[in-house]
């Protein structure tokens, strides 16, 4: 059985309580089928990485690496968060276009590709995932690699004139048809890359799902990410859940809650959110002293200016309509900036009458799931969906709206709120059929079984000075440094005289799932 290589800019940690749905699907798959995480650490140095650390963590190895500041700032900060984030969602007015961004972003990859490329063994499929690292194939592949590797992208792909504004577009582009299989969210997704494909990289289709462009082949396909739903149900159980329902019915016990759940981040539409509740308790007054928003916004990214522009704007816009309409013992939004663990969160969903999620884009949308997942099935809640949300095309018997227009969504928010229960059950029940027949294990699967399919990419010859089977490590079990001097060379590998292939380095530290 091959051995699974989960590839992410970040590797979980397993002391964290309140995990992002990233890392805890590929958690989920690691631990299922054994294997080995590689990804940032977290730590930035102001030299040269290191040897990435290695570690156990149950069935799994965790791998991770560093970055230099220079590096984590073009890179993370600046291609990924300055670059690739607002483009993917649609905000070309807050990409800032820098060429050292990009050429950090090709460093770290590179990093990446050298960094991994040492512990892997022949018959590894390798899974690498979202947008920081969608030139890793290549780079892998210029090394020698020639594993199965695919790519899923978490975010939304973007539309054709919207990826067109990246200067390094083509580049971009070139570098994914590297990998064998490349995963998306959403048939809206799949379209937007086709539509690229086709129309800027003179590619074509050349059976189902194969697309051709840049003298490569890949297969790309749908994919939409889940949740295990009967896990989080579970949690509802538990007594942090409990207790947060419990303070939730003694608090608000003549009230109806409304609940948001979401990282403070321009693409969630948390600013056209308030604006659609005011609107509910301007033109339907029969909400007011009744209906309550709680809305959980968790601290992200707030060292981008960006991210601490959407947060003065929303707390203003919470402060506004508080004080407009609030009375002593009723307030309309109660807003956290804060991190909920999952239990907490699984008790907040399930003490609510409506779900909102309104995302002006997203990937897909887990709270969505989740919110399905932990509501009681004899008296659910109300989901109100953005459309704008890959979750959208899975998830049809929710409300579905335009979060643009506050109009139609506080005319949803009214319908929810006054949803009949024999209503509310039966879109209950097929919502929640569905996230438990497509959950994370069902994504996994299908991901993995396409992934299977695919025959590898043949390797471009390595960017080496000297063959590849003629170089070892320096010392025994040492992993190599990342960059090569100013001449070219590697100064972490030597030169092994005869025509034999030299060892491997022990990598009895690193195998597992055998």
């Given at each position: ?368 799931k989740e919110f399905i997942a932990a509501q009681d099935p004899a008296d659910p809640g109300v989901l109100v969906l953005s459309r704008f949300a890959g979750a959208a095309e899975q998830l049809q018997e929710a409300l579905l709206v335009n979060p643009y227009d506050a109009h ?107």
């Amino acid at each position: 059985m091959s051995r699974l290589v989960i590839v992410s800019n970040r590797v979980a940690d397993p002391q964290d309580a309140a995990p992002g749905g990233l890392a805890i699907a590929l958690e989920e798959a690691l631990q299922r089928h054994g294997g080995l995480w590689f990804g940032w650490g977290g730590a930035v140095t102001e030299q040269s990485p290191a040897q990435p650390s290695i570690r156990p963590w149950g069935a799994v190895t965790v791998a991770t690496t560093t970055l230099e500041r220079c590096d984590h700032d073009s890179y993370y900060s600046g291609f990924c968060n300055n670059v690739l984030w607002p483009v993917f969602h649609n905000r070309l007015d807050l990409a800032a276009f820098d060429p050292s961004f990009y050429e950090g972003y090709q460093r770290v990859n590179r990093q990446f590709a050298q960094q991994l490329l040492p512990l892997l063994q022949p018959d590894d499929v390798i899974w690498v995932h979202d947008y920081h690292l969608m030139a890793l194939a290549s780079e892998l592949r210029a090394l020698g690699c020639q594993q199965r590797i695919g790519f899923f992208l978490h975010i939304p792909f973007p539309p054709l004139v919207a990826l067109g504004a990246v200067p390094q577009h083509k580049a971009l582009m070139q570098a994914l048809m590297a990998f064998d299989l490349v995963g998306l969210q959403s048939r809206q997704d799949l379209q937007h890359f086709e539509s690229y494909v086709l129309a800027q990289a003179d590619g074509r289709i050349s059976h189902r799902h194969h697309y051709r462009a840049h003298g490569q082949q890949t297969r790309c396909e749908v994919f939409p990410i889940g949740i295990d739903a009967r896990a989080f149900a579970a949690l509802t159980d538990t007594p942090p859940a409990q207790q947060v329902q419990a303070t939730l019915e003694q608090e608000y016990r003549q009230r109806r809650l409304v609940v948001g759940i979401d990282r403070l981040d321009y693409s969630k539409g948390l600013p056209e959110r308030i604006h659609a509740f005011r609107d509910l308790l301007e033109r339907h007054p029969a909400h007011r002293r009744s209906a309550t928003l709680v809305q959980i916004g968790s601290p992200t990214r707030e060292h981008l200016l960006a991210y601490a522009a959407i947060r003065r704007q929303f707390e203003s816009l919470c402060g506004a309509i508080n004080g407009d309409f609030g009375e002593l013992d009723w307030m309309p939004v109660r807003y956290m900036h804060q991190v909920l663990t999952r239990a907490q969160l699984a008790g907040l969903c399930r003490s609510a009458a409506v779900g909102l999620v309104t995302p002006l884009r997203d990937g897909m949308n887990l709270v969505a799931k989740e919110f399905i997942a932990a509501q009681d099935p004899a008296d659910p809640g109300v989901l109100v969906l953005s459309r704008f949300a890959g979750a959208a095309e899975q998830l049809q018997e929710a409300l579905l709206v335009n979060p643009y227009d506050a109009h139609s969504t506080a005319n949803s928010l009214d319908q929810a709120l006054q949803m009949p229960l024999a209503e509310r059950i039966e879109r209950h029940q097929k919502l929640l059929a569905r996230i438990e027949a497509e959950d994370v294990h069902w994504w996994c699967q299908r991901f993995l079984q396409a992934l299977d399919q695919c025959q590898p990419a043949m390797p471009r010859k390595p960017r080496l000075s000297v063959p590849a089977h003629r170089l070892v490590a320096a010392a025994d079990g040492e992993l190599p440094m990342t960059r090569p001097t100013r001449d070219g060379s590697f100064p972490y590998l030597r030169v092994v005289s005869g025509s034999a292939p030299a060892p491997r380095p022990d990598a009895a530290a690193i195998r597992m799932g055998r």
